[in-house]
């Protein structure tokens, strides 16, 4: 989906907004440009969730039960790594076609697959059976991550009393580490041909129908059932209109707005590309304002549950390289900024992706070298079987947004000049912690930070590549995250402070973290 309302300069600083990669505005200006920031406290802004930073995973991973258990140590690194207060959603386009075997007697549902040809069907061919011992396993994972936890529940295929049989047993196992369950995922691409989980003329006033059919099953067997949704694909009317007319026996179990988004797509279009990433997309601000608004209005929060780079599995070259570093993390803080309780990168095994799909592996007709996966290039962990886990360069960037969790954004002015980067800035506790995304390949900038309270020393930690193409190199304050969620980051350089001003280096292609006291 897509977010924003008008542009708040007052809450993060800005390239001014454009369709193309920002270049400098003239040879006059060189290589280099000065921007003065200006800080100010501010009680209105919004206040980042501890819990803001999450990942998305298909629901079919839980076929596999050793997956989310707590002795898969690495992946257990690696999540507590990125956030100690995360939060885990499963859901995907899988999860339309995965049944819960409660016992020896339950028998699978039919498999049900649209009529005629499904080269253009990017849908799952297959049920995935998921068994008691994957959620108890999953229970005991978020234990020992101390993550959350979104669970989505097959609308596509499906029936309310297996959503609700189901839901009762992982509102059993996970207890009060569930956020709350989604009923379906993408219910806005049902009609289309490249769904078919629904008729052609299949819209929303069936949708809610539906919903409250299933969400009313559910609550009967899960009385404390808490529900977040519509979790679309695109269309943010549905998410507005879904706040407006959820049933009102339902409407206070109804605690989260949710979504999807993703920048680009797909990833055999030759329009996609790096540049065309990093300039960004000027309509997030109006449209995630517009939501979160909704959302506030029926006190709700709103979540970004599922995204990333490039949609249908990514695209090699861009999604797994570090301009998606420098994308994620930028993306993650503006939503923060605009008042979004939290974003859920997706990723996960390429198997369960691809089959997610419907087979379709568009990223590997555009590979331009052997590819370790076939799909999910931008999955911010890689944990193929028989490989190794690791970070990819997108679980950086990701690292470097969640530096300002649990912080209050901070009021700031600035005039970048049209060098394409962004600003941010957030107080938690006794420090102010301001993250800047460089995302300009050719300009670097020399910042000057002023603000409405005494700076009396700064530190900085830097995330840097190789080159904006660079799949490998990647490091954040000055070190490698290592196998086994091993990253031990070098000391923090002081920065340049004088007469409460701030100064510091940010080269192009690059991203900081200043540290102010």
Not at 214 to 219: D, E, I
Request: glycine share 8%; hydrophobic share 40%.
């Amino acid at each position: 989906m897509s977010k924003t309302m008008k542009r708040r300069d007052f809450l993060f600083c800005a390239a001014a907004a454009a369709t193309t990669f920002c270049k400098p505005a003239s040879a006059a200006s060189g290589p280099e440009v000065s921007v003065d920031l200006s800080l100010h406290e501010d009680p209105t802004t919004p206040v980042v969730p501890r819990t803001f930073t999450g990942l998305s995973y298909e629901l079919a991973q839980l076929t596999d039960p050793a997956f989310f258990s707590p002795d898969n140590r690495d992946l257990v690194a690696y999540f507590r790594l990125l956030s100690a207060e995360g939060v885990l959603r499963l859901g995907g386009n899988t999860s339309e076609f995965c049944w819960f075997k409660a016992d020896t007697s339950a028998i699978a549902p039919k498999l049900h697959l649209p009529p005629g040809n499904l080269d253009a069907n990017w849908m799952p061919r297959q049920l995935f059976q998921i068994n008691p011992e994957a959620i108890d396993a999953l229970a005991a994972f978020l234990q020992s991550t101390g993550w959350r936890l979104i669970y989505g529940l097959n609308f596509g295929n499906s029936t309310p009393q297996r959503a609700a049989g189901e839901a009762a047993y992982v509102a059993q196992k996970i207890g009060d580490r569930l956020e709350f369950f989604q009923i379906g995922n993408e219910p806005d691409l049902y009609r289309n041909p490249s769904n078919g989980t629904r008729p052609p003329r299949w819209d929303f006033p069936n949708y809610i129908q539906e919903w409250a059919e299933f969400a009313t099953a559910v609550a009967a067997r899960v009385p404390s059932a808490r529900f977040g949704g519509p979790d679309v694909a695109a269309s943010s009317d549905w998410i507005t209109r879904f706040s407006a007319q959820v049933p009102a026996q339902l409407a206070s179990r109804v605690v989260a707005l949710t979504g999807h988004y993703y920048a680009e797509g797909p990833p055999d279009d030759p329009h996609v590309t790096i540049e065309r990433l990093l300039a960004g997309n000027p309509k997030i601000s109006a449209q995630t304002s517009q939501i979160v608004a909704s959302a506030r209005s029926t006190d709700r929060t709103y979540r970004m549950t599922e995204g990333n780079s490039c949609y249908r599995g990514g695209k090699p070259g861009m999604s797994d390289a570090f301009a998606a570093a420098l994308w994620a993390g930028d993306y993650m803080l503006q939503l923060a900024t605009l008042g979004c309780a939290g974003v859920n990168l997706h990723g996960g095994r390429s198997a369960f992706l691809i089959a997610g799909l419907g087979g379709h592996t568009p990223g590997m007709t555009v590979a331009t070298k052997p590819q370790a996966v076939h799909s999910g290039f931008y999955s911010p962990i890689q944990s193929e079987p028989g490989g190794e886990v690791k970070a990819t360069p997108v679980f950086y960037g990701m690292m470097l947004a969640n530096q300002l969790a649990g912080a209050g954004m901070l009021r700031s002015q600035c005039d970048l000049q049209r060098v394409n980067a962004t600003i941010y800035a957030a107080r938690r506790d006794d420090e102010v912690r301001v993250a800047i995304f460089n995302k300009d390949e050719l300009t670097s900038i020399q910042l000057a930070v002023r603000s409405s309270f005494q700076i009396s020393t700064a530190t900085v930690q830097r995330m840097q590549g190789p080159a904006l193409t660079a799949t490998e190199g990647v490091t954040l304050a000055g070190v490698q995250i290592l196998p086994h969620a091993q990253w031990s980051p070098r000391a923090a350089k002081p920065a340049a402070v004088r007469n409460s001003i701030a100064r510091l280096p940010v080269p192009n292609a690059s991203a900081a973290l200043l540290i102010l006291k």
